[in-house]
């Protein structure tokens, strides 16, 4: 989606000053007063005029409702061009699609959640054109975005209108979710996938540092992004989440909360380092530094009312209210502490595995306070993929190969973390406490028979058995690998 409302070059210096310090609050207003004020005058002119083709067509409808957004999805069948504004008393959302035929209803949406009361056709101004009008409870903030076909993996033909109804004010992130739901046996049910959540860098109206040669860091991380959400995708028990997939703008704070509410196991920030000079070069891991983690954890405090709501059921056996926050901060701290030692030992694997395709700038992990980080269960890290400063390492990050290499490498490291340590309820975690298969060896079998029945390479066969030569003995017993 591209902006036609040009940011005053004031405002444009400023979020290149706070390029990496984004997690600041101040940019997020500022970023989020500049992004409602041209939100109205908004016109998504990305795509090629279509006006004459035949009319567009409205195929499907999803609505969702997530803690901090509700979301309405369109799928139609060609790329659709589209202007928005909002309007008060009732706050409700207009939307205006060119050359779409209004021939679909929303009667059949099961609207959910408490965000969205209505959702209606109104007179477009155009014969041509649908207009929809989204009735909302309170001020919401339109994100409006098209993800052309098969553009993130789905297997959908269509062209997909995204619109997003951000809440500026959400509940807060509850903590120790996870556990709340194993144990009150109500909660969702924990997907068996490892969830990676991977948060492409930057977006929209923030481009994030900016390259000699005008290369955009917002676009280096989606690229990268996406590439390792395809390696996570295809591997058996890993699920990639992507926090955007294009290019608009999201708040800092609201990345966190995606792996939140995504119930992740790991989150990983994509991004490109700068610096005033050309010369520094080198990638860095990032996790979030104790003092930030210490303040977001008396934040989440003082949001919520009753600390024990934030206990689950822990707050049953804390019946004192005096020593109850005490307990609070106590459990939580252990809480804290031990995402952060995970984000650590994560970071240690990823730069053991980028350092044999990028140069490190930094060859241990290092700390910041990063809103991207403050999932409170989730082990989060941060990727500074190289200098997008440094005119060598610009030229690296436009080269596909060189992006598909660092995205394999952070694969590798996370596939390896995992393997070692699977997350509770995974099928990797099952498939760890699984007693070995063991098979006897009858006559007339061989080790590439055996490999065929059970799935497995010989080669894998002969490793996990330490076998030096393909011969097999008769009543040999062979552990078949996971
Ligand atoms: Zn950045």
């Known amino acids: 989606m591209k902006q ?20 600041n609050t101040r940019l997020s207003q500022i970023v989020n007063s500049i992004f409602i004020l041209t939100t109205i005058i908004v016109v998504n002119s990305m795509f090629p005029n279509i006006a004459g083709a035949s009319q567009n067509k409205v195929v499907d409808l999803r609505f969702s409702d997530a803690t901090d957004l509700a979301r309405l999805v369109l799928e ?27 021939n679909f209803k929303f009667s059949s ?25 989204i009735e909302t409870t309170k001020k919401l903030d339109p994100r409006l975005f098209v993800l ?4 993130d993996g789905s297997r959908s033909d269509n062209y997909r209108l995204v619109i997003e109804l951000v809440d500026p004010n959400p509940p807060p992130i509850p903590i120790m979710s996870s556990n709340s739901s194993t144990i009150s046996g109500d909660g969702p049910i924990r997907d068996k996938d490892i969830i990676v959540v991977i948060d492409a860098g930057h977006g929209g109206v923030d481009p994030g540092s900016i390259g000699p040669a005008g290369t955009y860091e917002k676009h280096i991380t989606l690229s990268i992004s996406k590439m390792l959400a395809r390696r996570i ?29 995504e119930n992740a196991d790991l989150l990983v920030s994509v991004h490109a380092d700068a610096f005033t000079t050309p010369q520094p070069r080198g990638g860095s891991v990032w996790v979030l530094s104790k003092g930030r983690a210490d303040s977001e954890l008396g934040r989440l405090l003082e949001q919520t009312e009753r600390s024990s709501e934030l206990l689950g059921p822990a707050a049953e056996v804390i019946e004192d209210r005096d020593t109850e926050r005490y307990f609070a901060e106590t459990i939580l701290n252990m809480s804290m502490d031990l995402f952060r030692a995970l984000s ?36 989060s890290v ?86 030096k030569s393909d011969l097999l003995r008769i009543n040999q017993v062979l552990i078949i690998p996971q």
């Open 382 to 467: 941060l990727v500074e993929v190289g200098f997008i400063s440094n005119p060598q390492e610009e030229k690296n990050l436009l080269w596909a190969e060189h992006r598909q290499r660092l995205a394999n490498s952070m694969f590798t490291a996370i596939k390896r973390y995992f393997k070692k340590t699977p997350p509770d309820g995974t099928l990797w975690a099952k498939l760890k406490n699984q007693a070995p298969v063991e098979h006897k060896v009858k006559s007339g079998e061989s080790l590439s028979i055996l490999a065929q029945r059970y799935g497995v390479s010989v080669k894998e066969l002969k490793v996990q058995n330490q076998l």
């Open 4 to 23: 036609i409302a040009v940011l005053p070059t004031q405002k444009a210096r400023l979020i290149t000053y706070y390029k990496h310090t984004w997690c």
């Open 148 to 151: 052309s076909p098969n553009s």
């Open 344 to 379: 650590y030992e994560l970071s240690n694997e990823i730069i053991s595995d980028m350092k044999s395709v990028t140069r490190m700038h930094k060859k241990t992990p290092q700390s910041a306070s990063l809103a991207v980080l403050t999932a409170p269960e989730t082990p």
């Open 233 to 261: 995708n295809e591997e058996k028990g890993m699920r990639a989440v992507l926090t955007r997939e294009g290019d608009y703008y999201i708040s800092p704070n609201e990345r966190p909360r995606i792996a939140v509410r």
């Open 109 to 133: 949406l099961n609207i959910t959640g408490n965000k969205v009361d209505r959702i209606r056709h109104s007179t477009p101004k155009s014969k041509q054109d649908t207009r929809i009008v």
């Open 76 to 102: 139609v069948e060609q790329d659709v061009k589209f202007t928005y504004f909002s309007l008060k008393s009732p706050d409700r959302v207009v939307i205006d699609l060119q050359n779409v035929n209004r």
